[in-house]
């Protein structure tokens, strides 16, 4: 399993509240009454997902656990994919400021394929969001806007009731939230406070539903639509699904797999292939075709993402200093702290004596490690 024990306990404890309605819990142990607190405010602003599926290989277009065949060997995915079970699941992160919550969602696939001649596929393919949330007073604080990860890029998005203006970069649409397929809005509220996201099939680019075209829910399209959920993890009935619930997990043990292998040879690693980049090779039929490539080591975790082109953010932030990348995307944040109050991946790296002098295997040059532990409290 990609969490760890704690965090299984308080998924257990949480499921149970949600089930009761209960709003409180008294909890001795205070990794548990976080972890409770963690997992509330990801599942309220989790995304809804719409699916494009291509009905040449839908199943390729499902999203599903990192360990879906109960490894972590992740130069067997690819060949894996057709002996197991695909069960629906999401993954989060969580990083704090004084004024901000910053929360990473990913969606993994075993494959970024293709069906077309001249084109590329490679194994493993995990893209996202950071959801940036306020702290205006509530108790899950009020999402004003989104950063997407569409492989090399990156999309802006703000809710349209946030007070967010172009900075660096132009914003390139609004959100739309919802709760159910007949609640669609486009500001927050009780009714609809789930970003809607879109991922197009084969490749998996996000965006923010409907911006990738592809798939919006219509009934002559094919896709699935993915709702979150703690409690429950569905497998599809096809690629045309209208209704699966993804299981709720964190980023947690990917990253201390990461931390693990940071500075093993590529040979002796299991997972990566270097910092933020998933092992991956040609085995099990990737690349078969007319004129199709398959590329090696070509998907990254969130610490890895980057958006090429996009000035002076660099990768990895949109994980490890979100402060940054989001202060470079927007203005008009209003009061922005630049100190964290819980940033578990730079403080994992402290922990662990790294810094500028002493940088794990294939840290990007770019990146300022001392200056973002400065952020630390």
């Known amino acids: 399993m990609m969490y760890s024990k704690w965090i299984r306990g308080a998924i257990a404890i949480a499921t149970l509240l949600l089930t009761l309605g209960s709003s409180a819990c008294d909890c001795e142990n205070q990794d548990f009454a976080e972890a409770l607190s963690e997992i509330s405010l990801a599942l309220y602003h989790a995304p809804i997902l719409y699916q494009d599926t291509d009905d040449t290989d839908p199943q390729s277009d499902y999203i599903t656990k990192l360990d879906y065949d109960n490894n972590i060997i992740f130069s067997d995915n690819w060949d894996n994919r057709d002996n197991y079970p695909l069960i629906a699941a999401g993954y989060f992160s969580i990083v704090e400021s004084r004024t ?37 007073g509530t108790t899950y604080g009020k999402l004003i806007g989104a950063i997407t990860v569409f492989h090399l890029d990156f999309y802006s998005y703000k809710a349209s009731d946030s007070s967010l203006t172009d900075g660096h970069e132009d914003i390139d649409g609004v959100l739309y939230f919802q709760n159910t397929a007949e609640t ?3 500001i927050a509220s009780n009714d609809a406070h789930h970003p809607m996201i879109c991922q197009e099939a084969k490749g998996h680019g996000l965006k923010a539903w409907p911006h990738t075209g592809d798939f919006t829910g219509k009934a002559d399209e094919d896709g699935i639509i993915y709702f979150p959920s703690i409690g429950s993890s569905d497998i599809p009935s096809s690629g045309n699904d209208r209704y699966v619930e993804y299981g709720l997990f964190t980023f947690g043990e990917l990253w201390e797999r990461q931390l693990e292998e940071a500075n093993l040879s590529l040979s002796t690693s299991t997972t990566f292939a270097s910092w933020g980049t998933f092992k991956g090779d040609k085995s099990g039929g990737c690349g078969n075709g007319i004129f199709i490539l398959c590329s090696e080591d070509s998907a990254n975790a969130p610490w890895g993402w980057d958006d090429k082109n996009d000035g002076a953010t660099y990768r990895g932030e949109i994980a490890l200093d979100p402060i940054h990348l989001v202060d470079h995307y927007f203005n008009g944040l209003g009061t922005f702290s ?17 810094s500028s002098v002493n940088l794990p295997r294939g840290w990007p040059s770019e990146l300022n490690l001392d200056s973002m532990l400065a952020k630390l409290p």
Do not use: C
């Open 100 to 136: 901000h919550w910053f929360i990473i969602y990913g969606f993994f696939h075993p494959r970024d394929w293709t069906d077309s001649s001249f084109d590329q596929e490679h194994e493993n393919d995990l893209e996202g969001l950071l959801a940036i949330v306020e702290k205006d």
């Open 184 to 186: 669609i809005l486009p």
């Open 338 to 354: 630049q100190m964290y109050i819980k940033n578990r991946y730079l403080e994992d790296l402290r922990d662990k004596q790294y």
